[in-house]
């Protein structure tokens, strides 16, 4: 479906910019059209300088291409000074694009502001878009030339010389361009370019007072979008009728319920209410709940009605730097929330705390001082409309007053954030990770590691300027009456015999001090019983937190610790911890007023995981060349061909766990490794070749990278914003991508280096080694020979001699009502469809429940008794049975425009690999050849019941059998067309051969159309 203002939009930008590309932060320009705009728009949008937009995002290219990689040509292209420029202009004109030809050339200025304005109306016509012109005459002569690119007319409309773009089906009959000044504006509707000379009669967009702020706002953003809600606000008024249309619909069904109980029913109803309620009958209960039910729905509708009146707009908008692009999204309301949100966070004391903080910090964030929790006005006033509703039914509401009494009287928990003019929480490491080098097996270090997670290595540290140990220690004291007083004033909503029970929650916190001026805090949540179980007659139940906290300068850090704090008490503040260029520009960068920041780099994880998977690496070789060692001494002190005694004492030494299988070279002896996804071992190492290539790029993560947001309150708007340091990103393309080039395509015999540091001779033959004998297997990864060979799949492998391939139950005979185009298979079938014809694998999988004999699929008639099972790699090792890798001579004898295949195939294979190739032979000699390929024409027959479907194919049945069902996957077959290229020749035979993949294919049936 065409979308018709998106199409006008693109006429006008080409009726504006003629051959204009994007683009230099000079806005001398910004504040004539505000001037001339009329104003009572709905949206505005604007682009400061379409040249500066476009040279940041080629700064941004430039430094992010590894121009070693490159071919010559494109190399030369970004030594241009605008390539993005060069390249629209040689797809448009066949030269390259410069922004002085659309200057002086076509009279536009590629510096100024290009606005897109919409007001009230159909939006396919009642828009203005203008841009900055260099020269007015230029500009017209080029749009109205007849052999120019836009070919529009001038005419004169109100007495003011119009140009005009004829249209057609786009909802506009034409668009209008007016030129004043430096400027040309374009609208789908004439009467709004009339209205930009009417400076008396109609107020201009700058005299608009949520206009005009926001374009105060916006004034160092590149391009930004605002929406004013104004126009339809006095719809917001109108809500209000439908306030107490649910409220009466509820009140009359309660009638209509009470009307349909009998007068027995409801007389035995209200005495079970009485026996368990203190209220009198089904009547009063439901008075009760509708009391409920309407307050809090009129206080929730009051609250929407309230936030969408005071709601002004929304802004968004992007700084389009090329280093540090960012993204600001504007909230536009009342103040009267200001009260609500953080108070703003002093910049230079962050700044100087973050300085100052030990190590690389990959997250953090800042918060100022919390306003102090209060009790909820929502809450209260739902409280209050209850009050007076059931008041006025005389329901009783003492039960009510104490209610409410307890909601505004209580001691709320205070945030620790309120007592604090700013806060920061920072990750820290507060531990150290196992080290490989310190293990000789991957289980003893996996074990280290499992034991870690209980004293964590990362930990979020708070940092509280001008505190100490004490003030945690107050909080907690704090926190512990909140809590108490809240429970005593619960229970006294409930009568006196009510009020004591067997279990209770009581709220503890202690402190200790230890080295270093460091405070072990302890804070504990209680639930303690009353019973005399096991002798005991009080027990408890206690969820702990630990906190290590100390002063530090004039700071209090601290954090949750299930050690002696050691970190903390080596904490020490740095007066040069280098934060890194990018972190210190960001947060140079955070507007003035900002009550909350957060910043998170996660470029420096790439290295330090990489290291790290080089470390476990040598660890997993170090632990299998030992395991290896051991198996082959074990087989030198074995007799020789005697393998079950070899696989006994195998069996004693404690297998690696990254190990899967033990394998045997079938012509040498020698035994060697496969680790899961059948990989063998040994092979050479890879992560050194990784770390080798991010070398370059590891230099620049301390001072490149990060993301940062920061949100903040002024004068009824909320603003918040994110801002990226691209220089991770951008260096990490380009240096990997360089060392790359440099380490293995300088010369033709680099990729050959690759390969050989990163296979072994064991890769070059993978099929040998799937085929070579396995002496033992790693149970632990038994279920991954289960996800590569589907389900049903066993370890077994079965050599020669099997079993021939032949239905072992009967064939049911060709039906008289089968169309003679139906292939007769009869004499090829070598299963049945009720055989485990994958014998060797989970009993009961067979085809039993598909629909023997004449099959229908989209009007395609199928003879379908049997199957035609051919060989493959998996069915060959993991099957009882030899199935035939070619059949040849199926007779046909007819002429046809289509052949159709209902067929399955058992086993996986990579997309797009062929499973099986069709050869269709003609009676002159020659003969078609085709394949079906895995993914496209076919899948195996197990699948997960919303699983895809091959594109060039369609599910013919889906069903289950008894495996299948325990597994929960279902059974597909699928109906494959081929059209046949030379439908006037005789078709005599085709040939089914497969191509031996890990698949192994089989038919159905086959019919010629």
């Known amino acids: 479906m065409k979308k018709p203002f998106l199409i006008i939009g693109l ?30 728009a709905i949206v505005h949008a604007e682009i400061r300088s379409l040249l500066r937009v476009v040279t940041q995002a080629e700064n941004f290219l430039k430094s992010g291409v590894p121009e070693q990689l490159l071919p010559p040509d494109a190399g030369e292209l970004l030594k241009q000074k605008h390539p993005l420029l060069t390249v629209f202009g040689m797809k448009m004109m066949g030269k390259p694009l410069e922004p002085e030809f659309l200057s002086h050339s076509l009279g536009i200025d590629p510096d100024a502001p290009v606005t897109v304005t919409i007001y009230p109306g159909d939006p396919r016509k009642f828009f203005i878009v203008s841009m900055g012109l260099t020269g007015a005459d230029a500009f017209v002569g080029t749009v109205t030339s007849p052999d120019g690119p ?34 040309v504006y374009v609208s789908g509707e004439s009467s709004l370019l009339l209205l930009l000379d009417d400076t008396e009669g109609y107020e201009r967009l700058n005299g608009d007072p ?16 605002t929406i004013h809600p104004d126009l339809i606000k006095p719809l917001y008024k109108q809500a209000g009728f439908f306030k107490f249309l649910p409220v009466s619909l509820l009140s009359l069904k309660k009638q209509e319920f009470l009307a349909k109980i009998p007068e027995d029913e409801k007389e035995m109803i209200d005495m079970q209410i009485r026996m368990q309620m203190p209220v009198d009958g089904l009547d009063e209960l439901l008075d009760y709940g509708e009391c409920a039910v309407t307050a809090t729905y009129h206080t929730a509708f009051d609250a929407l009605l309230s936030k969408a009146s005071s709601f002004e707009g929304l802004t968004f908008g992007i700084r389009a730097g090329a280093e540090i692009p960012g993204l600001v999204f504007m909230v536009h309301g009342s103040d009267e929330e200001r009260g609500a949100v953080p108070e703003t966070i002093p910049m230079e004391e962050l700044r100087s705390a973050l300085e100052r903080f030990p190590g690389d910090i990959p997250y953090w964030s800042a918060v100022g001082k919390k306003p102090a929790a209060v009790p909820s006005e929502w809450m209260t006033r739902t409280l209050d409309r209850m009050h007076d509703l059931m008041a006025a039914k005389n329901l009783d509401v003492t039960w009510l007053d104490k209610l409410r009494k307890v909601h505004v009287e209580s001691q709320l928990v205070q945030p620790l954030e309120s007592g604090a003019g700013w806060t920061l929480k920072a990750a820290a490491q507060v531990g150290n990770m196992p080290k490989t080098d310190d293990f000789d097996s991957m289980d003893m270090y996996f074990t280290a590691l499992m034991e870690q997670q209980y004293d964590p290595v990362w930990s979020s540290v708070t940092v509280v300027p001008g505190k100490g140990p004490e003030f945690l220690e107050a909080f907690l004291e704090q926190k512990k009456q909140a809590l108490q007083s809240i429970n005593e004033d619960v229970l006294s909503l409930l009568p006196p015999n009510q009020r004591h029970s067997w279990v209770g929650q009581l709220y503890r916190h202690d402190s200790s001090n230890l080295n270093n001026g460091v405070t072990i805090l302890t804070w504990e949540n209680v639930w303690r019983t009353r019973s005399g179980l096991f002798g005991f007659n009080e027990h408890e139940l206690v969820n702990r937190k630990r906190y290590a906290a100390r002063k530090v300068g004039n700071h209090l850090v601290f954090h949750k610790s299930s050690d002696d704090g050691k970190w903390l008490q080596e904490f020490d503040w740095k007066s040069n911890s280098n934060p890194g260029r990018s972190r210190s520009m960001l947060v140079g960068m955070v507007p003035d007023g900002a009550y909350s920041v957060g910043f998170l780099k996660l470029s420096g994880i790439l290295p330090a995981t990489i290291h790290g998977l080089a470390d476990l690496e040598d660890l997993a070789h170090r632990d299998i060349d030992k395991y290896l060692e051991k198996v082959k001494a074990l087989a030198r002190d074995t007799s020789a061909g005697d393998r079950a005694a070899l696989i006994k004492k195998v069996r004693t030494v404690p297998m690696p766990v990254t190990l899967a299988k033990v394998s045997v070279n079938s012509e040498t002896g020698d035994f060697y490794g496969m680790i899961p996804g059948d990989i063998a071992f040994p092979r050479p190492r890879i992560m050194p070749i990784l770390e080798e290539l991010i070398a370059d790029y590891e230099k620049d993560v301390r001072n490149a990278g990060g993301l940062l947001t920061y949100a903040r309150h002024d004068g009824g708007t909320r603003e918040y914003g994110i801002m990226h340091h691209t220089g991770a990103l951008t260096s990490f393309i380009r240096k990997t991508g360089n060392s790359f080039a440099r380490l293995y395509l300088k010369d033709s015999e680099g990729i050959q280096k690759l390969m050989g540091r990163a296979m072994s001779p064991l890769d070059m033959r993978p099929h040998e080694v799937k085929s070579e004998e396995v002496l033992i297997r790693n149970p ?76 229908v699929v989209e ?22 049975i030899q199935y035939p890798e070619r059949i040849d001579d199926i007779d046909v004898w007819c002429k046809a425009g289509k052949l159709h295949f209902l067929h399955g195939t058992g086993w996986p294979a990579a997309d797009g690999q062929p499973v099986c190739y069709i050869t269709v032979n003609y009676e002159d000699g020659t003969d078609e050849r085709f394949p079906l390929r895995y993914g496209i024409e076919t899948l195996d027959w197990w699948t997960a019941p919303d699983s895809a479907i091959p594109p060039n194919s369609i599910v013919a ?18 109906m494959t067309s081929w059209e046949n290229p030379h439908p006037e020749m005789l078709i005599t035979s085709i040939s089914l051969e497969s191509a031996m993949s890990d698949s192994s294919p089989f038919f159905l049936a086959v019919t010629a159309e």
């Open 11 to 40: 006429k006008s930008l080409g009726l504006l910019f003629g051959l204009l590309s994007l683009g230099g932060h000079q806005f001398a320009q910004a504040s004539q059209h505000q001037q001339v705009l009329p104003g009572n």
């Open 210 to 225: 949520h206009m005009s702020d926001v374009l105060r706002r916006t004034d160092e953003l590149d391009l930004f979008l």
């Open 859 to 880: 009007g395609i008639d199928f003879d379908a008794r049997g199957l035609v099972h051919l060989n493959g790699e998996e069915v060959q090792n993991s099957t009882a």
């Open 957 to 974: 049945w889906e069903g289950e059998n008894k495996a299948s069902a325990e597994s929960e996957m279902s059974l597909r077959l699928y």
């Open 150 to 183: 836009v070919k529009a007319a001038r005419i004169s409309i109100g007495g003011l010389d119009l140009i005009q773009l004829p249209m057609q089906g786009m909802g506009a009959d034409a668009l209008y361009g007016l030129v004043r000044g430096n400027r």
């Open 780 to 855: 632990r990864w038994a279920f991954v020979d289960q996800i590569q060979s589907g389900p049903g799949a066993h370890t077994q492998t079965y050599e020669s001699p099997k079993m021939e391939a032949m239905p072992l139950n009967p064939i049911p005979p060709r039906s008289d009502e089968i169309p003679d185009h139906c292939i007769d298979l009869t004499f090829f079938y070598n299963a049945a469809l009720d055989d485990e014809f994958h014998k060797g694998g989970m009993p009961d999988n067979t085809l039993a429940t598909f629909p023997a004999g004449k099959f």
